[in-house]
């Protein structure tokens, strides 16, 4: 479970709303009945589910993911930790919290909208990290609310949150190779992910990267490698370095027809935070320990000797030092994102803007906790001028929630895993749905996504 940290988040500190679209703002019907109960995710976890039905039979859902690596200052994950259930991880509590003090402070409200229904939970809460009612409590209700909403406006979700502006189809960033905690720590770098700058549009970036995807598997089956899949359907390989992965994945481009660096890229995630201890990263794999500069001169070395363009989480989440230094190597080369560094905090992406941490901000929506704080988050990042990268957890759901949300707010990126498991190919295909409906309104950019220059740097 995350703990909690960072700048308060309490809804009457003047932090709720103040970058919201207004037009998810929008009063609408009543709300006569919530109801939640736990379902499972793609770990076979328990989270919550809860719906809101207005006073019009609008009805709104809203499933919680879970994440596997976690910062510190993300909003609490509410679990029983009652030893007879789901080993630990039952959520009756969070359930009983929607239906008890969630259920009674929203039915009482007379003109209800997001940004009140989320302020009311959050004042209800009280706390600075969600821990009293749950994160997953808060969020089932909240992105329930927002889809009922939608339908009452009979909008689709991406119009609604996006007030009819939203119509930027994101580049995906697709994970070939997990490691880790989503495969045992067998390699150390969580995501090896792969981006198509040049591909024309979305279907033709996920036909490239089906293509790299199956060679890679190939490739692992030739070798004895494969292992299986890890948490994000991306492969789990028996490979001796890290470094080892770039050359895979490198074989599997060129077999799969396409030329690394300028049709295919890579993106990573390190995760550096599960790599520190006592002022070390520790690279369990290779039995190595390296300071903060030499982390540094290790990854601005793969940046040189491969086609990176996106490194998340770098550095420790407190470790700013680092940070800086990977932005005066890498930040002018390549996108430096931070996800447990922020946790879609608005406190935290304002201190990291005002240090210059990074260039883009990974947006989950558990990590904060309300669609509406979610909102803000993105609305800061992008009138910094930094990317905001819509982002999935390792335990999902089918829910495509989040294929609006990157539409909805002109994102330009989305992370949801790899190019398998039903919880993961949900995002991509309710994309294409998004798009279709869009029709010539629709807009893909594809790698100007990371950054204006792209193509100018990558030519």
Known sequence: MAEGGGRPLKADDGNIGNYVDRNVDRIVDRIIDIDAYQVFDSRGNPTVEATVTLADGSVGRGLVPSGASTGKYEAWELRDGNPNRFRRKSVYQAVANVLGPIREALLRLDAPHQGIVDQQMILLDDTNNRSHLGANAILAVSMAFCCAAAQSRKLPLYEHLGGGEGNLIPLPEIQIVGGGVHAARTIDIQDFMIVAPQARGFEETLELTYNVYKETELLLKERGQLVGVADEGGFWPLVERNEEVFDLVLKAIERAGYTPGTQVAFALDIAASDLYRDGQYRLASENRQLSTEELAKMLAGWARNYPIVSIEDPMDQDDWQGWQQIMDVLGDE?????????????????????????????????????????????????????????????????????????????????????????????????????????????????????????????S
């Open 334 to 458: 390549i996108q430096i994102v931070g996800d447990d560094l922020f946790t879609t905090n608005v406190g935290r992406i304002q201190e990291g803007i005002a240090r210059q941490s990074a260039s883009a901000v990974l947006i989950k929506l558990n990590q904060i906790g309300t669609v509406s704080e979610t909102l803000d988050a993105i609305q800061l990042t992008q009138s910094a001028g930094w990317r905001a990268v819509v982002s999935a957890r390792s335990g999902e759901t089918e829910d495509a929630f989040i294929s609006h949300l990157a539409v909805a707010t002109k994102a330009g990126q989305l992370k949801v895993g790899s190019f398998s498991r039903s919880e993961r190919m949900a995002k991509w295909n309710e994309v294409l749905r998004i798009e279709r409906r869009l029709g010539s309104k629709a807009r893909y950019i594809g790698g100007e996504a990371l950054s204006p220059s792209f193509g100018s740097r990558r």
